[in-house]
Each structure stands twice: as structure tokens, then as C-alpha cells.
């Protein structure tokens, strides 16, 4: 049977991780079959914090592909001209699945899911004690199911392949609403590892107060949250925010695990900045933002003016991305933003008009607008929620996803900028995927 592409280098490529995370040194480089057949705890550290490290990788074209393809940004690249062709279906181009941000991301993404995968088959043998094999346990279920909520988004109805535990003899791909159970069921399972857990491993900077069993749950718990609206289970979201980190306290707004980003050696650095001005590499705001926010919205700081509009391919704008300081700025995993949005959705959903709206006035209050005077009803405070997130979550990952979960990833509700150009709703498997 055919691998794919994204599993073709489990050897030493899935040990070489970041300085940056405290990685265990191992100077024998060991063989993976080495470190399941004798797994030490210093081997089991150094595949934890390696995980941690790999689920940075290809961030970078999945914002540009969810980006483009709902129209909250252009990715002018020179070096990489479907950029705003491909992905913005010019003159009617359909998506191959051969799209680098595609398969560039399911090769991020599978490399995870593989390392968690060698976690969680060591643990049988592993010389620790069953507290710390919880430990060990949680980590992988909860990751794993994370990275693979990325590759189920991209491919929506085609479904995603959950079974790579085997390379030789792949898994089939299941169906999108049997692959969100099987998140799920990971993310149930290792938030019960996780209470009787123990962390024998370190973590980096961007997980502190998220570094004990206690604390990562909620970030499990967030997380599953994330994916019960996803399957439109918003009662299931409503209760998996209760073991989150979830407050409602707009000084709160930013508390949450992120990942890291550093100079230097392997170290990776922040693939969503762009430096000020530059023309020929840059996100360029589509001028839906600029024109569609409200008067006061603190967030149009996230769009910097540029001293000269800039054009490629008939597409045009006149901000760029403002989103992060420097190369070094960390990205946020998920934080406590957007577990309010997740429950003023959730809310509305089930009925619960009056919290909706409380929750929202966390947001508008915390970026200027003042509390919600419009019409306490679902489709107008659904309204209010979508235009919260697309501001509150702008270039993180998430708009494509809430206006097709809500049938706006359409002509629609989304400008056509040139004549023939089509809105895609999801990426087929890559060709080089066995079916």
C-alpha cells in the first residue's frame, strides 16, 4: 500500500527538535525502533518536548490557505504566484489537493500525529511509573487530536485518515463526522489519563501555567470545545467549557498556551510576520475588514496602513497584517478570546439569549464599541458573534470554517474581486494519498 507523503521520514527527522524547548540532548541519535524497544524516560521526554515543537510547523500556509480561500487576506508572495490564483479560484481554477499550503500543513501535521504515535506505543514498556505514563498519555491524545482538527478543517467532507499508526498499512479514510468522534474520543481519553497524571517531562515558555496535568486539561478541555462546535454539538461545548480555562473577564482575554518562536540554529521564527512596508513578500488585509468595521473597533489596529497601496494579479489592498510585533512574537494555540466567543455561540444556539449577549459585551467592551443595543434574537446576535470572531480571530486560522459552518463561504456573502474568480469550500486528498 502506498504511504503518504507525510510519513515518509519517521526516522531521525522526528527527533531533531527545537533548542528552544529544553530538549534532552541525545547524542546516539537513536533509531525509532531503538526508542520503542527501549524506551527511557529521558527518550520519552525528548519525543514529548519534540511534539510540542512540530506543532508550530506549517502554520504559515495553513493561515494563507484558509486565509485567501475566505477572503481575510492576500498572500503576495513573489516566489509562489498561486497564491492569488489557486487559492482564489481565478477564472474558475479548481483545487488539486497538490496545493503546497495543503500538503506543506499535512506534513506538519502527520509528523505530530506520528510522534504522539511513538509516545503512546512506548508507554507499555517505558520504565516510569503509571502516574507518569497518564502523563506521557494525556500529552499525545490531546496533541493528536489537535493536529489532526487541521487536516479534517481543509478537507471537510472528504474526511480525514485518523489511522497512521502503521505506515505500511494505512488506515482508510473516514467520514468528517466519524473524524470528529474520533477527535473526540482522543481528547476524552486523554483528558481522563490526565487526572490521575503525572508530568515527568518540561515544557517551553508558551505553556506556562498550562504545564501540569491539572492545567493542560483545561487546555484539552478548551480545545475540545473547539472541535464540539465543529460538529455543532453546542450543548457538548457548553459543558466542555466548564473544565476549560474559560473566564469571563475581559482582563483575560489573552491567557492561553502558545506556540513559541525564537532565532537562530533550528529554531523557527514566526511565519505569519512580515516585515513593515515590504512589497514583495506580505499579507495584504482585504478591504472587506477595513470597510466593514464598526466605528471605534480597537481592532483595526491589527491592519497597518501602507505608505503606498500595493497590486498583484488584479487583487489589490491598502493595509497589510499588523498582527505580531516581531519574528519572535509567539502564536497563540487557543485562548480564552475565543472560549467566550465559543460560548456566546454555544449560547445562542441552545437559546441562551441573555449569556450570549453578556459574553459578547466582554468582547465589544474590550475593544471599544460598547455594549450590544441590536436585537436580542438568534440570527441577529449569530450576526454579532460571526463579526466578533472574524475581527477577534482575524489571520488565526478560523474564518474559513465559521462561514462555511454557516453556509457564508459563498459568492454570496464574499466579494468576488475579479470576474471568473470562485470561492472554494474545501481541498480534495492529495493525489498522492491512497484512498
Given at each position: 500500500?502506498?504511504?503518504?507523503?507525510?510519513?515518509?521520514?519517521?526516522g531521525?527527522?522526528?527527533?531533531l527538535?527545537s533548542?528552544?524547548?529544553?530538549?534532552?540532548?541525545?547524542?546516539?541519535?537513536?533509531?525509532?525502533?531503538?526508542?520503542l524497544?527501549?524506551?527511557?524516560?529521558?527518550?520519552?521526554?525528548f519525543?514529548?518536548?519534540?511534539?510540542?515543537?512540530?506543532?508550530r510547523?506549517?502554520?504559515g500556509g495553513?493561515?494563507?490557505?484558509?486565509?485567501?480561500i475566505?477572503?481575510?487576506?492576500?498572500?503576495?508572495?513573489?516566489s509562489?504566484?498561486?497564491?492569488?490564483?489557486?487559492?482564489?479560484?481565478?477564472?474558475?481554477?479548481?483545487?488539486?489537493?497538490?496545493e503546497p499550503?495543503?500538503?506543506?500543513?499535512?506534513f506538519?501535521?502527520?509528523?505530530?500525529?506520528?510522534?504522539?504515535?511513538?509516545?503512546?506505543?512506548?508507554?507499555a514498556?517505558?520504565?516510569v511509573t503509571?502516574?507518569?505514563?497518564?502523563g506521557?498519555r494525556g500529552l499525545?491524545?490531546?496533541?493528536?487530536?489537535?493536529?489532526?482538527?487541521?487536516?479534517?478543517?481543509?478537507?471537510?467532507?472528504?474526511g480525514?485518515r485518523?489511522?497512521?499508526?502503521?505506515?505500511?498499512?494505512?488506515?482508510?479514510?473516514?467520514s468528517?463526522?466519524?473524524?470528529?468522534?474520533?477527535?473526540?474520543?482522543?481528547?476524552?481519553?486523554?483528558?481522563?489519563?490526565?487526572?490521575?497524571?503525572?508530568?515527568?517531562?518540561?515544557?517551553?515558555?508558551?505553556?506556562?501555567?498550562?504545564?501540569?496535568?491539572?492545567?493542560?486539561?483545561?487546555?484539552?478541555?478548551?480545545v475540545a470545545?473547539?472541535?464540539?462546535?465543529?460538529?455543532?454539538?453546542?450543548a457538548?461545548?457548553?459543558?466542555?467549557?466548564?473544565?476549560s480555562?474559560?473566564?469571563?473577564?475581559?482582563?483575560?482575554?489573552?491567557?492561553g498556551?502558545?506556540?513559541?518562536?525564537?532565532?537562530?540554529?533550528t529554531e523557527?521564527?514566526?511565519?505569519?510576520?512580515k516585515?513593515?512596508?515590504?512589497?514583495?513578500?506580505?499579507?495584504?488585509?482585504?478591504?472587506?475588514?477595513i470597510?466593514?468595521?464598526?466605528?471605534?473597533?480597537?481592532r483595526?489596529?491589527?491592519?497597518?496602513?501602507?505608505?503606498?497601496?500595493?497590486?498583484?494579479?488584479?487583487?489589490?489592498?491598502?493595509?497589510?497584517?499588523?498582527?505580531?510585533?516581531?519574528?519572535?512574537t509567539?502564536?497563540?494555540?487557543?485562548?480564552?478570546?475565543?472560549?467566550?466567543?465559543?460560548?456566546?455561540?454555544?449560547?445562542?444556539?441552545q437559546?441562551?439569549?441573555?449569556?450570549?449577549?453578556?459574553?459578547?459585551?466582554?468582547?465589544?467592551?474590550?475593544?471599544g464599541?460598547?455594549?450590544?443595543?441590536?436585537?436580542?434574537?438568534?440570527?441577529?446576535?449569530?450576526?454579532?458573534?460571526?463579526?466578533n470572531?472574524?475581527?477577534?480571530l482575524?489571520?488565526?486560522?478560523?474564518a474559513?470554517?465559521?462561514?462555511?459552518?454557516y453556509d457564508?463561504?459563498?459568492?454570496?456573502?464574499?466579494?468576488?474581486?475579479?470576474a471568473?474568480?470562485?470561492?472554494?469550500?474545501?481541498?480534495?486528498?492529495?493525489?498522492f494519498?491512497?484512498?
Amino acid at each position: 500500500m502506498k504511504t503518504i507523503k507525510s510519513l515518509k521520514i519517521l526516522g531521525a527527522s522526528l527527533l531533531l527538535f527545537s533548542c528552544s524547548l529544553d530538549e534532552v540532548t541525545d547524542p546516539n541519535q537513536p533509531s525509532i525502533g531503538g526508542v520503542l524497544g527501549n524506551p527511557t524516560e529521558e527518550t520519552l521526554n525528548f519525543l514529548a518536548q519534540g511534539l510540542e515543537s512540530k506543532a508550530r510547523s506549517g502554520w504559515g500556509g495553513y493561515i494563507t490557505a484558509t486565509g485567501s480561500i475566505a477572503r481575510e487576506l492576500y498572500d503576495f508572495n513573489a516566489s509562489d504566484p498561486t497564491t492569488t490564483a489557486t487559492l482564489i479560484g481565478k477564472e474558475g481554477v479548481q483545487l488539486t489537493g497538490s496545493e503546497p499550503q495543503l500538503t506543506g500543513t499535512m506534513f506538519a501535521r502527520y509528523q505530530a500525529v506520528k510522534n504522539a504515535d511513538f509516545i503512546l506505543d512506548a508507554l507499555a514498556d517505558a520504565p516510569v511509573t503509571d502516574a507518569q505514563k497518564n502523563g506521557y498519555r494525556g500529552l499525545a491524545l490531546t496533541y493528536k487530536a489537535y493536529m489532526l482538527l487541521d487536516v479534517l478543517n481543509l478537507l471537510g467532507d472528504n474526511g480525514v485518515r485518523i489511522d497512521v499508526s502503521d505506515p505500511n498499512n494505512l488506515g482508510p479514510f473516514v467520514s468528517r463526522a466519524e473524524g470528529f468522534q474520533a477527535l473526540r474520543t482522543f481528547l476524552d481519553d486523554g483528558f481522563a489519563a490526565l487526572q490521575s497524571g503525572e508530568f515527568a517531562m518540561e515544557f517551553s515558555t508558551g505553556f506556562d501555567g498550562f504545564n501540569t496535568p491539572a492545567t493542560f486539561a483545561q487546555f484539552n478541555r478548551a480545545v475540545a470545545a473547539r472541535v464540539a462546535i465543529h460538529q455543532e454539538d453546542y450543548a457538548g461545548a457548553l459543558s466542555l467549557l466548564q473544565d476549560s480555562f474559560l473566564s469571563l473577564d475581559a482582563a483575560d482575554l489573552a491567557i492561553g498556551p502558545k506556540r513559541i518562536y525564537a532565532q537562530g540554529g533550528t529554531e523557527l521564527l514566526n511565519p505569519i510576520f512580515k516585515a513593515p512596508q515590504q512589497s514583495g513578500d506580505q499579507y495584504i488585509v482585504h478591504d472587506r475588514f477595513i470597510n466593514d468595521i464598526q466605528a471605534g473597533d480597537t481592532r483595526i489596529d491589527k491592519f497597518r496602513m501602507r505608505d503606498d497601496p500595493v497590486a498583484r494579479d488584479g487583487l489589490n489592498g491598502t493595509h497589510e497584517i499588523d498582527l505580531y510585533a516581531s519574528a519572535t512574537t509567539p502564536i497563540d494555540h487557543i485562548r480564552n478570546e475565543e472560549l467566550i466567543l465559543i460560548y456566546a455561540e454555544a449560547s445562542i444556539q441552545q437559546g441562551n439569549l441573555t449569556d450570549a449577549v453578556d459574553a459578547l459585551n466582554i468582547i465589544r467592551n474590550a475593544y471599544g464599541l460598547g455594549d450590544y443595543a441590536g436585537t436580542v434574537a438568534a440570527p441577529e446576535l449569530t450576526d454579532e458573534m460571526l463579526y466578533n470572531r472574524a475581527y477577534s480571530l482575524w489571520a488565526e486560522g478560523h474564518a474559513m470554517f465559521d462561514l462555511r459552518r454557516y453556509d457564508r463561504l459563498n459568492a454570496t456573502f464574499l466579494p468576488i474581486d475579479r470576474a471568473g474568480d470562485i470561492i472554494h469550500t474545501q481541498f480534495p486528498i492529495p493525489p498522492f494519498e491512497e484512498q
